[in-house]
């Protein structure tokens, strides 16, 4: 069964630093492409990151680039997000996702909320 | 900056059908946007149902269809259950690895 749990948010000062974590499990972690999708409390589905199978290639909506980085690790079947210069915007539960042959964001985590704020 | 528009409600009846629609601020929508859609639940991960304009995933129920219409992605729940209300999100590409969410349809079952 694939899963995907995702974690590491919480509370943070604007301009402040925060990664997130996604430990993935049930299947073959470095075959798959993967994502990091984010909703803000009450609002819709905002894409924001993905990096392919490998790592070698990795893109950003424009609200983050620049600020956050996506990155994977094989060895530990984990995705992360490094996210600096956090702002209030940035408040959202952050989801990781994963690609399917079969199309995009098939599977999801639970979610992790990231809070910006004084 | 690329906007995808959805309707921001709808209301069906149980037994009913109704179709929502995905459109994009570049124009047309076609199969080369590989139109998602997803269902989302209060409190819960959004679960995707429609890849590829109109390919259903092993769990998607046939109730649920996807299309072209119009110049828009649609997505048709025909014979609406009461667990289908719900919000439901299309997901486009617009080249380069770039996806642009809608901003949703809450569907209402009543």
């Known amino acids: 069964e694939v899963q995907l749990v995702e974690s590491g948010g919480g509370l943070v000062q604007p301009g402040g630093s925060l990664r997130l974590s996604c430990a993935a499990s049930g299947f073959t972690f470095s075959r798959y492409w993967m994502h990091w999708v984010r909703q803000a409390p009450g609002k819709g589905l905002v894409w924001v990151s993905l990096i392919n199978s490998d790592g070698s290639s990795t893109r950003y909506a424009d609200s983050v680039k620049g600020r956050f980085t996506i990155s994977r690790d094989s060895a530990k079947d984990t995705l992360y997000l490094q996210m600096n210069s956090l702002r209030a915007e940035d408040t959202a539960v952050y989801y990781c996702a994963r690609d399917s042959v079969g199309g995009i964001l098939v599977y999801w985590g639970q979610g992790t909320l990231v809070t910006v704020s004084s | 900056q690329t906007v995808v528009t959805q309707e921001p409600s709808l209301t069906v009846s149980p037994g009913g059908t109704v179709t929502l629609t995905c459109a994009s601020s570049t124009g047309a929508v076609s199969s080369g946007y590989y139109p998602n859609w997803f269902q989302q639940k209060p409190g819960q991960a959004p679960r995707a149902l429609i890849y590829s304009t109109n390919n259903k995933h092993s769990w998607t129920p046939a109730r649920f269809s996807g299309s072209l219409l119009g110049g828009k992605a649609a997505l048709t729940l025909s014979g609406v259950q009461p667990e289908d209300e719900a919000e439901y999100y299309c997901?486009?590409?617009?080249?380069?690895?770039?996806?642009?969410f809608g901003g949703g349809t809450k569907v209402t079952v009543l």
């Open positions: 997901l486009l590409y617009y080249g380069g690895a770039n996806w642009v």
